[in-house]
Nanobody, 115 residues
Framework: QVQLVESGGGLVQPGGSLRLSCAAS????????MGWYRQAPGKQRDLVAY???????NYASSVKGRFTISRENGKNTAYLQMNSLKPEDTAVYYC?????????WGQGTQVTVSS
């Protein structure tokens, strides 16, 4: 069993930065990749960024050039560095971990971008 614990959300002004962390505990044998998704009120949960076990990354077009996903292998931790934040980035951000045939989700962390 894998547990994911997110941290780093909060309130930030437009143009500001935040770094989200996702710590995975338990066995991640068979890891395929880790990602960040977000869900705004009344909207579906969408992919923000993803990093494979081999280190390949992909981003939603709306965050390319502003957000960076990374993973610290020794600590089984994924990060999402978010720069130049905009009000439309406001959402609950969820960490995701894919193992072969199994997907795990964190509890979510709120990010609010507002002046």
């Amino acid at each position: 069993q894998v547990q994911l614990v997110e941290s780093g959300g909060g309130l930030v002004q437009p143009g500001g930065s935040l770094r989200l962390s996702c710590a995975a505990s338990g066995s991640i044998f068979g890891l395929v990749g880790m990602g960040w998704y977000r869900q705004a009120p009344g909207k579906q949960r969408d992919l923000v960024a993803y990093i494979t076990s081999g280190g390949s990354t992909n981003y939603a077009s709306s965050v390319k050039g502003r957000f960076t996903i990374s993973r610290e292998n020794g600590k089984n931790t994924a990060y999402l560095q978010m720069n130049s934040l905009k009000p439309e980035d406001t959402a609950v951000y969820y960490c995701n971990l894919d193992r072969t045939m199994t997907t795990y989700w964190g509890q979510g962390t709120q990010v609010t971008v507002s002046s």
